[in-house]
């Protein structure tokens, strides 16, 4: 690789078509030659001026057969001819195989043929919703083999048809989880009724209609709880169980959705505590669900890649209450159509149809992931056609007509091997497309690669041109010998603050920047080249205002101008004031205009709203040091001021009051204040008064102590007057206590002698008191 001393854009035309190579060198609108001629770039010149378009290269003296331009290489690897056979099989689109060797960012373009055949096999999956709202339709739909059959026939000798069915999980809140209504989730008159169930396949397709009849007349109605239904989990289930449903891999394969409710989608699952999401994967055990109940339901991008995968197209035949519903979800679907039912969908058949035929009439081309830096554009060449950077589309084709699709394929940065496939929407037809792009120069040398040439000092070799120096050289013509010395440092001694080498503006050659000319000619200049004579500031369209000359980006101007861009005249008459300063002193006159410091505004720097009020700085009592603080302002004492400021009041160090004003002379810290000679005095302290006023406060507390102690004395004296008088009242009421018990003690010994003194018949007397 080239030398890492030299810059980048040094190489651009020997990595022209490679990786390494910024898009602003090589990849433009207009597309760069290179050319490969010695001597070819002028002294200051740096070799990426061979990189250019190929007019510019001749006008500079490039010779015609020296200018090297690969061009895109396509290659129809495969090809077979537009048919179809009894068997089934039949092509559809051609070629099949295409090799692209493309230069990076150069467009090249090709056609791809379609031809709709007739008498494609065709697959036909009818889905239904068997919840209680659709058993009139069940009916009708179990007699309907004959008649769908015999539409499947006008389009193809070669159709299967089969049989799925669908209501919803069977976890509340979808379902009544109750162990009864779980096996018969219908009304309690309805004797023909299966268990609730989420999915289940019926019938794998299958050519023969009796099958189809013998096996949907099996069913019965079910139920659930909430109106929308699984029927994007049945969708998922039956796109990718292939083997299950039977698909043949190279019908045209449709699933037809019959419902009159809407449906649950991906986060519903939430509901009932379900959160783990749909994996799009098989998931049917005897021809069930048996993850209905443990995944979420798929997500419409999740249902849309599947069905889009497995080049399923689809009919959805619902009733005219969701029909809008449906529609919106046709839009996020491709290669679908919406159909709308009868209430006991008698026109299944006249649908189906109809849908068939609008989904047959558009072909719609496309491409799956494509590589990185890989861009690709159709244009459908075809009465009804529609040009856009995904898809190309052509509307109301028939069963016969060839329609044809340029597709451009542009690779903007350097690849090798990569490849992607296009494909009609629902058509197993495919066209593989491989990229390799030519990102190494093609041009002859002057000898054996790896020769020394004199050209590079016979210390290198030629390459495209220019010089691939040996190791331990370096430099445009290998004329730089390293020697012992670090590459590294040699590198980092041409670059300023660690920033690009030599600005980008020239060559690192011994540590030392050799720089380029600009584009007009002149060269950079500087220790870094980072100065040039040709980009300082314009004024009027002109660079330094035509009044200076450019040095090292910034303008010089000559006498008698000034500014960035030489714009003004030396002149400061209009910031001149009335006392014939200039901005008053707080600030400098530039373009003869003030540009004012400190806050000061223009015109002329005369007012600073922002600054401190200066009667707050330029006062205070400076009794001690008054000359030091004062330095900046003369004053006068004045009987009445003549100044027309605000007054200011200050307390000066006896406590009076002192009124000034000032006034700001020019400059910024510059003041002439006026003093009133009259100061604000407060009057003395009368003696007498305060004295008489003392006396009466200590008289007024000495009294009030005597109160309160008065009235502590009376409540001490109350509590115990209290107290006393209890503890009579309790010595009073013991002695009438102990003379009573005497009394009774008597009154006993008297009636104990009594009753020993009488016979049998003596009489009780009772004493109380």
Same mark, same amino acid.
């Given at each position: 690789?080239?030398?890492?001393?030299?810059?980048?854009?040094?190489?651009?035309?020997?990595?022209?078509?490679?990786?390494?190579?910024?898009?602003?060198?090589?990849?433009?609108?207009?597309?760069?030659?290179?050319?490969?001629?010695?001597?070819?770039?002028?002294?200051?010149?740096?070799?990426?001026?061979?990189?250019?378009?190929?007019?510019?290269?001749?006008?500079?003296?490039?010779?015609?057969?020296?200018? &090297?331009?690969?061009?895109?290489?396509?290659?129809?690897?495969?090809?077979?001819?537009?048919?179809?056979?009894?068997?089934?099989?039949?092509?559809?689109?051609?070629?099949?195989? &295409?090799?692209?060797?493309?230069?990076?960012?150069?467009?090249?373009?090709?056609?791809?043929?379609?031809?709709?055949?007739?008498?494609?096999?065709?697959?036909?999956?009818?889905?239904?919703?068997?919840?209680?709202?659709?058993?009139?339709?069940?009916?009708?739909?179990?007699?309907?083999?004959?008649?769908?059959?015999?539409?499947?026939?006008?389009?193809?000798?070669?159709?299967?048809?089969?049989?799925?069915?669908?209501?919803?999980?069977?976890?509340?809140?979808?379902? $009544?989880?109750?162990?009864?209504?779980?096996?018969?989730?219908?009304?309690?008159?309805?004797?023909?009724?299966?268990?609730?169930?989420?999915?289940?396949?019926?019938?794998?397709?299958?050519?023969?209609?009796?099958?189809?009849?013998?096996?949907?007349?099996?069913?019965?109605?079910?139920?659930?709880?909430?109106?929308?239904?699984?029927?994007?989990?049945?969708?998922?289930?039956?796109?990718?169980?292939?083997?299950?449903?039977?698909?043949?891999?190279?019908?045209?394969?449709?699933?037809?959705?019959?419902?009159?409710?809407?449906?649950?989608?991906?986060?519903?699952?939430?509901?009932?505590?379900?959160?783990?999401?749909?994996?799009?994967?098989?998931?049917?055990?005897?021809?069930?669900?048996?993850?209905?109940?443990?995944?979420?339901?798929?997500?419409?991008?999740?249902?849309?890649?599947?069905?889009?995968? *497995?080049?399923?197209? @689809?009919?959805?035949?619902?009733?005219?209450?969701?029909?809008?519903?449906?529609?919106?979800?046709?839009?996020?679907?491709?290669?679908?159509?919406?159909?709308?039912?009868?209430?006991?969908?008698?026109?299944?058949?006249?649908?189906?149809?109809?849908?068939? $035929?609008?989904?047959?009439?558009?072909?719609?081309?496309?491409?799956?992931?494509?590589?990185?830096?890989?861009?690709?554009?159709?244009?459908?060449?075809?009465?009804?056609?529609?040009?856009?950077?995904?898809?190309?589309?052509?509307?109301?084709?028939?069963?016969?007509?060839?329609?044809?699709?340029?597709?451009?394929? @542009?690779?903007?940065?350097?690849?090798?091997?990569?490849?992607?496939?296009?494909?009609?929407?629902?058509?197993?037809?495919?066209?593989?497309?491989?990229?390799?792009?030519?990102?190494?120069?093609?041009?002859?040398?002057?000898?054996?690669?790896?020769?020394?040439?004199?050209?590079?000092?016979?210390?290198?070799?030629?390459?495209?041109?220019?010089?691939?120096?040996?190791?331990?050289?370096?430099?445009?013509?290998?004329?730089?010998?390293?020697?012992?010395?670090?590459?590294?440092?040699?590198?980092?001694?041409?670059?300023?603050?660690?920033?690009?080498?030599?600005?980008?503006?020239?060559?690192?050659?011994?540590?030392?920047?050799?720089?380029?000319?600009?584009?007009?000619?002149?060269?950079?200049?500087?220790?870094?080249?980072?100065?040039?004579?040709?980009?300082?500031?314009?004024?009027?369209?002109?660079?330094?205002?035509? $009044?200076?000359?450019?040095?090292?980006?910034?303008?010089?101007? *000559?006498?008698?101008?000034?500014?960035?861009?030489?714009?003004?005249?030396?002149?400061?008459?209009?910031?001149?004031?009335?006392?014939?300063?200039?901005?008053?002193?707080?600030?400098?006159?530039?373009?003869?205009?003030?540009?004012?410091?400190?806050?000061?505004?223009?015109?002329?720097?005369?007012?600073?709203?922002?600054?401190?009020?200066?009667?707050?700085?330029?006062?205070?009592?400076?009794?001690? $040091?008054?000359?030091?603080?004062?330095?900046?302002?003369?004053?006068?004492?004045?009987?009445?001021?003549?100044?027309?400021?605000?007054?200011?009041?200050?307390?000066?160090?006896?406590?009076?009051?002192?009124?000034?004003?000032?006034?700001?002379?020019?400059?910024?810290?510059?003041?002439?204040?006026?003093?009133?000679?009259?100061?604000?005095?407060?009057?003395?302290?009368?003696?007498?008064? &305060?004295?008489?006023?003392?006396?009466?406060?200590?008289?007024?507390?000495?009294?009030?102590?005597?109160?309160?102690?008065?009235?502590?004395?009376?409540?001490?004296?109350?509590?115990?007057?209290?107290?006393?008088?209890?503890?009579?009242?309790?010595?009073?009421?013991?002695?009438?206590?102990?003379?009573?018990?005497?009394?009774?003690?008597?009154?006993?010994?008297?009636?104990?002698?009594?009753?020993?003194?009488?016979?049998?018949?003596?009489?009780?007397?009772?004493?109380?008191?």
């Amino acid at each position: 690789s080239p030398s890492p001393l030299l810059p980048q854009e040094t190489f651009c035309f020997i990595l022209l078509f490679g990786g390494m190579v910024r898009s602003d060198l090589c990849h433009r609108e207009t597309l760069t030659e290179s050319d490969s001629e010695m001597n070819f770039t002028k002294a200051g010149e740096q070799d990426a001026v061979r990189c250019n378009t190929r007019a510019n290269l001749i006008s500079a003296g490039c010779q015609e057969n020296e200018i &090297i331009s690969p061009a895109n290489k396509l290659n129809i690897a495969k090809n077979d001819p537009l048919s179809a056979s009894e068997n089934g099989q039949v092509v559809q689109m051609r070629p099949q195989k &295409i090799d692209l060797d493309l230069r990076p960012g150069l467009p090249v373009s090709f056609n791809v043929s379609f031809k709709a055949a007739e008498g494609h096999p065709v697959d036909l999956y009818y889905l239904m919703d068997l919840s209680y709202s659709m058993r009139d339709d069940l009916a009708n739909v179990k007699v309907l083999g004959t008649d769908l059959f015999a539409a499947l026939r006008k389009i193809t000798k070669h159709a299967r048809i089969g049989f799925g069915a669908f209501v919803d999980k069977t976890v509340l809140p979808y379902t $009544n989880t109750n162990k009864e209504k779980l096996l018969k989730p219908c009304d309690e008159n309805d004797q023909q009724c299966q268990a609730a169930f989420g999915y289940r396949h019926v019938l794998s397709l299958t050519p023969n209609k009796n099958d189809f009849e013998a096996e949907v007349k099996k069913q019965f109605i079910s139920g659930n709880l909430d109106s929308p239904e699984g029927s994007l989990d049945a969708m998922m289930q039956a796109a990718v169980c292939e083997d299950k449903i039977g698909w043949n891999s190279n019908s045209t394969r449709l699933i037809v959705l019959t419902t009159d409710a809407g449906f649950h989608m991906a986060g519903d699952g939430k509901l009932a505590g379900i959160l783990e999401p749909n994996d799009e994967q098989c998931h049917m055990e005897n021809n069930l669900y048996v993850k209905s109940t443990e995944m979420d339901y798929p997500s419409v991008g999740q249902l849309a890649t599947q069905l889009e995968k *497995n080049r399923i197209q @689809t009919i959805f035949a619902v009733t005219q209450n969701v029909e809008s519903v449906y529609k919106e979800l046709s839009k996020m679907i491709p290669k679908s159509e919406v159909g709308v039912l009868s209430s006991d969908s008698k026109n299944v058949v006249e649908l189906i149809e109809g849908a068939y $035929n609008a989904l047959s009439s558009k072909v719609t081309i496309t491409h799956d992931s494509l590589p990185e830096n890989v861009r690709v554009v159709y244009r459908p060449i075809c009465s009804h056609g529609e040009k856009s950077e995904n898809q190309g589309v052509c509307d109301q084709v028939r069963v016969g007509d060839e329609v044809i699709f340029e597709i451009t394929v @542009t690779a903007d940065l350097c690849m090798e091997n990569k490849f992607f496939t296009i494909s009609p929407r629902g058509i197993k037809d495919t066209l593989t497309v491989t990229i390799n792009t030519t990102c190494k120069c093609q041009c002859d040398t002057a000898g054996p690669i790896g020769d020394p040439h004199p050209h590079c000092n016979m210390r290198g070799s030629i390459s495209c041109g220019i010089c691939r120096c040996n190791k331990g050289h370096v430099g445009q013509f290998c004329s730089c010998k390293i020697g012992d010395k670090d590459e590294h440092t040699l590198r980092a001694s041409c670059q300023k603050d660690n920033g690009t080498k030599c600005e980008g503006r020239g060559d690192c050659v011994c540590g030392r920047c050799e720089c380029h000319n600009t584009d007009s000619g002149s060269q950079y200049y500087g220790p870094y080249c980072e100065c040039d004579d040709d980009h300082c500031e314009k004024y009027q369209n002109q660079q330094c205002g035509g $009044n200076g000359e450019c040095r090292c980006g910034k303008c010089e101007c *000559n006498p008698g101008f000034e500014g960035s861009t030489c714009q003004c005249k030396t002149s400061d008459e209009a910031c001149r004031t009335v006392n014939n300063s200039v901005c008053n002193g707080r600030g400098s006159c530039k373009c003869n205009q003030c540009e004012c410091r400190g806050g000061y505004q223009r015109p002329h720097c005369l007012e600073c709203p922002g600054c401190t009020d200066p009667c707050q700085t330029k006062s205070g009592p400076f009794k001690k $040091n008054c000359s030091e603080a004062c330095k900046t302002i003369s004053s006068k004492i004045v009987e009445k001021f003549t100044f027309t400021s605000k007054e200011c009041k200050q307390k000066d160090s006896e406590g009076c009051w002192m009124t000034f004003k000032l006034v700001q002379l020019v400059g910024e810290d510059n003041y002439e204040a006026e003093i009133r000679k009259q100061r604000e005095c407060p009057p003395p302290p009368n003696f007498i008064a &305060i004295i008489r006023g003392s006396v009466a406060a200590v008289h007024l507390i000495g009294i009030l102590l005597l109160m309160l102690i008065k009235l502590l004395r009376y409540m001490k004296d109350l509590k115990e007057f209290r107290k006393f008088e209890n503890e009579k009242k309790k010595s009073k009421w013991a002695e009438v206590r102990h003379h009573s018990e005497l009394f009774v003690q008597t009154e006993i010994a008297v009636t104990h002698f009594r009753l020993v003194s009488l016979d049998s018949d003596c009489v009780f007397v009772l004493v109380s008191c």
